[in-house]
Protein backbone atom coordinates (compact mmCIF):
# COMPACT_ATOMS: atom_id res chain seq x y z
CA UNK A 1 0.00 0.00 0.00
CA UNK A 2 1.00 3.33 -0.44
CA UNK A 3 2.23 4.87 2.71
CA UNK A 4 0.59 8.24 1.95
CA UNK A 5 -2.82 6.37 1.83
CA UNK A 6 -5.67 7.51 3.24
CA UNK A 7 -6.31 4.56 5.45
CA UNK A 8 -3.47 3.36 8.05
CA UNK A 9 -2.48 0.51 9.95
CA UNK A 10 -3.73 1.94 13.26
CA UNK A 11 -6.88 2.92 11.99
CA UNK A 12 -7.64 -0.66 10.77
CA UNK A 13 -6.65 -1.88 14.27
CA UNK A 14 -8.66 0.33 16.16
CA UNK A 15 -11.76 -0.86 14.12
CA UNK A 16 -11.58 -4.83 15.05
CA UNK A 17 -11.85 -7.15 17.62
CA UNK A 18 -8.48 -7.95 19.80
CA UNK A 19 -9.22 -11.20 20.68
CA UNK A 20 -9.25 -14.69 18.45
CA UNK A 21 -11.78 -16.40 18.23
CA UNK A 22 -11.60 -19.77 20.12
CA UNK A 23 -11.40 -21.95 17.39
CA UNK A 24 -9.07 -19.98 15.29
CA UNK A 25 -5.33 -19.44 16.03
CA UNK A 26 -3.87 -16.49 16.57
CA UNK A 27 -2.85 -15.97 12.86
CA UNK A 28 -6.33 -16.12 11.66
CA UNK A 29 -7.02 -13.04 9.13
CA UNK A 30 -9.22 -10.17 11.57
CA UNK A 31 -9.94 -8.36 8.65
CA UNK A 32 -9.26 -8.06 5.11
CA UNK A 33 -10.42 -5.08 3.70
CA UNK A 34 -9.32 -3.48 -0.47
CA UNK A 35 -7.64 0.70 0.26
CA UNK A 36 -6.75 2.89 -3.01
CA UNK A 37 -3.47 4.75 -2.97
CA UNK A 38 -4.85 7.92 -4.45
CA UNK A 39 -3.74 6.81 -7.94
CA UNK A 40 -6.67 4.59 -9.00
CA UNK A 41 -4.78 1.30 -7.99
CA UNK A 42 -5.94 -0.61 -4.96
CA UNK A 43 -4.06 -3.39 -2.17
CA UNK A 44 -5.37 -5.15 0.31
CA UNK A 45 -4.77 -4.91 3.69
CA UNK A 46 -4.98 -7.85 6.24
CA UNK A 47 -4.12 -8.23 9.68
CA UNK A 48 -4.53 -11.23 11.71
CA UNK A 49 -5.12 -10.87 15.80
CA UNK A 50 -1.78 -11.14 16.73
CA UNK A 51 -0.59 -8.64 14.65
CA UNK A 52 -3.36 -6.41 16.24
CA UNK A 53 -2.82 -7.48 19.38
CA UNK A 54 0.95 -6.26 18.97
CA UNK A 55 -0.47 -2.75 17.67
CA UNK A 56 -2.01 -2.39 20.21
CA UNK A 57 0.34 -3.52 23.01
CA UNK A 58 3.15 -0.80 21.60
CA UNK A 59 0.09 1.84 22.08
CA UNK A 60 0.01 0.71 25.56
CA UNK A 61 3.48 0.86 25.81
CA UNK A 62 3.74 4.21 24.34
CA UNK A 63 0.92 5.64 26.86
CA UNK A 64 2.41 4.11 29.65
CA UNK A 65 5.25 6.02 29.17
CA UNK A 66 3.78 9.28 29.04
CA UNK A 67 3.90 11.40 32.13
CA UNK A 68 -0.27 11.89 33.16
CA UNK A 69 0.75 15.37 33.93
CA UNK A 70 2.79 16.15 30.63
CA UNK A 71 1.05 18.43 28.16
CA UNK A 72 1.47 19.46 24.39
CA UNK A 73 3.91 17.10 22.48
CA UNK A 74 4.15 13.51 22.93
CA UNK A 75 6.78 11.67 20.14
CA UNK A 76 5.21 8.40 18.74
CA UNK A 77 1.52 9.75 18.64
CA UNK A 78 0.02 10.36 15.28
CA UNK A 79 -1.23 13.76 14.12
CA UNK A 80 -4.78 13.22 14.62
CA UNK A 81 -4.04 12.76 17.94
CA UNK A 82 -3.57 16.76 19.01
CA UNK A 83 -7.02 17.27 16.72
CA UNK A 84 -9.71 19.31 18.17
CA UNK A 85 -12.75 17.29 18.57
CA UNK A 86 -15.46 17.81 15.37
CA UNK A 87 -18.34 18.53 18.44
CA UNK A 88 -15.74 21.42 19.71
CA UNK A 89 -14.89 22.95 16.83
CA UNK A 90 -17.49 25.23 17.23
CA UNK A 91 -16.13 26.99 20.04
CA UNK A 92 -12.75 28.11 17.69
CA UNK A 93 -13.01 31.03 14.86
CA UNK A 94 -11.68 28.93 11.40
CA UNK A 95 -8.81 30.86 10.69
CA UNK A 96 -7.96 28.87 7.53
CA UNK A 97 -9.36 31.72 4.82
CA UNK A 98 -6.32 33.85 6.29
CA UNK A 99 -4.24 31.17 3.76
CA UNK A 100 -6.81 32.15 0.53
CA UNK A 101 -4.65 34.61 -1.38
CA UNK A 102 -6.83 37.64 -2.91
CA UNK A 103 -8.71 38.25 -0.03
CA UNK A 104 -8.34 41.67 1.14
CA UNK A 105 -6.10 42.19 4.40
CA UNK A 106 -9.18 43.26 6.37
CA UNK A 107 -11.63 40.27 5.43
CA UNK A 108 -13.33 38.33 8.24
CA UNK A 109 -15.76 35.67 7.66
CA UNK A 110 -19.43 36.07 8.60
CA UNK A 111 -19.88 33.42 10.99
CA UNK A 112 -16.51 35.56 12.77
CA UNK A 113 -18.30 39.08 12.75
CA UNK A 114 -19.10 39.32 16.55
CA UNK A 115 -16.36 37.79 17.65
CA UNK A 116 -13.49 40.08 15.70
CA UNK A 117 -16.44 42.84 16.81
CA UNK A 118 -16.07 41.79 20.68
CA UNK A 119 -13.72 43.61 22.84
CA UNK A 120 -10.42 42.73 23.55
CA UNK A 121 -11.40 41.61 27.20
CA UNK A 122 -14.53 39.85 26.58
CA UNK A 123 -12.18 37.73 24.16
CA UNK A 124 -9.63 37.01 27.28
CA UNK A 125 -12.15 36.23 29.13
CA UNK A 126 -13.96 34.16 26.64
CA UNK A 127 -10.19 31.95 26.00
CA UNK A 128 -9.83 31.66 29.50
CA UNK A 129 -12.81 30.42 30.52
CA UNK A 130 -12.80 27.83 27.60
CA UNK A 131 -9.56 26.32 28.26
CA UNK A 132 -10.75 25.91 31.93
CA UNK A 133 -13.77 23.98 30.82
CA UNK A 134 -11.45 22.09 28.64
CA UNK A 135 -9.36 21.30 30.74
CA UNK A 136 -11.74 20.34 33.88
CA UNK A 137 -13.59 18.05 31.25
CA UNK A 138 -10.38 15.88 30.85
CA UNK A 139 -8.99 15.89 34.87
CA UNK A 140 -12.38 14.85 35.47
CA UNK A 141 -12.55 11.90 33.02
CA UNK A 142 -9.09 10.83 33.96
CA UNK A 143 -7.52 11.96 30.68
CA UNK A 144 -4.64 13.91 31.38
CA UNK A 145 -2.24 14.30 28.42
CA UNK A 146 -2.65 13.97 25.13
CA UNK A 147 -1.95 10.54 25.18
CA UNK A 148 -4.22 8.82 27.26
CA UNK A 149 -6.92 11.26 25.85
CA UNK A 150 -5.72 9.80 22.15
CA UNK A 151 -6.20 5.99 23.32
CA UNK A 152 -9.35 6.04 25.52
CA UNK A 153 -10.93 7.70 22.85
CA UNK A 154 -9.49 5.22 19.73
CA UNK A 155 -10.27 1.90 22.35
CA UNK A 156 -13.92 3.67 23.05
CA UNK A 157 -15.18 5.48 20.61
CA UNK A 158 -18.91 6.01 22.68
CA UNK A 159 -15.95 8.02 25.03
CA UNK A 160 -16.53 11.35 22.79
CA UNK A 161 -20.09 11.52 22.81
CA UNK A 162 -20.03 11.44 26.70
CA UNK A 163 -16.80 14.28 26.88
CA UNK A 164 -19.55 16.53 24.36
CA UNK A 165 -22.31 15.91 26.53
CA UNK A 166 -20.21 16.93 29.72
CA UNK A 167 -18.80 19.77 28.50
CA UNK A 168 -21.74 21.35 27.03
CA UNK A 169 -23.17 20.91 30.39
CA UNK A 170 -20.36 22.52 31.76
CA UNK A 171 -20.45 25.38 29.67
CA UNK A 172 -24.20 25.59 29.80
CA UNK A 173 -24.29 25.88 33.58
CA UNK A 174 -21.69 28.77 33.59
CA UNK A 175 -23.23 31.80 33.69
CA UNK A 176 -20.06 34.01 32.82
CA UNK A 177 -19.61 31.58 30.08
CA UNK A 178 -22.58 32.00 28.26
CA UNK A 179 -22.63 35.66 28.70
CA UNK A 180 -19.61 36.14 26.94
CA UNK A 181 -20.29 34.16 24.47
CA UNK A 182 -23.44 35.63 23.65
CA UNK A 183 -21.85 39.13 23.36
CA UNK A 184 -19.70 36.91 20.86
CA UNK A 185 -21.96 35.97 19.07
CA UNK A 186 -20.70 32.16 19.78
CA UNK A 187 -23.52 29.37 20.53
CA UNK A 188 -23.36 25.71 22.34
CA UNK A 189 -22.42 23.18 19.76
Same mark, same amino acid.
Given at each position: ??????????? +????????????????????????????????????????????????????????????????? +?????????????????????????????????????????????????????????? !?? +?????????????????????????????????????????????? !???????
Amino acid at each position: MNINGSLSTQA +LVAALPTKAPASGTSDTVAASTEVADGVGKKDTVSLSYSAIAAAQQDDDDLAAKVSSKSSGFVPG +LPDEAYAVPNWMAGYYNDITYMLTMGLPYNYVPPENVAYMEGSPQDQAAYAALLQSHI !RE +LYDNSGLGNTAECYYALKNDPSLNEKLHQAFTESVSSDPEMMEVMS !RLGISLS
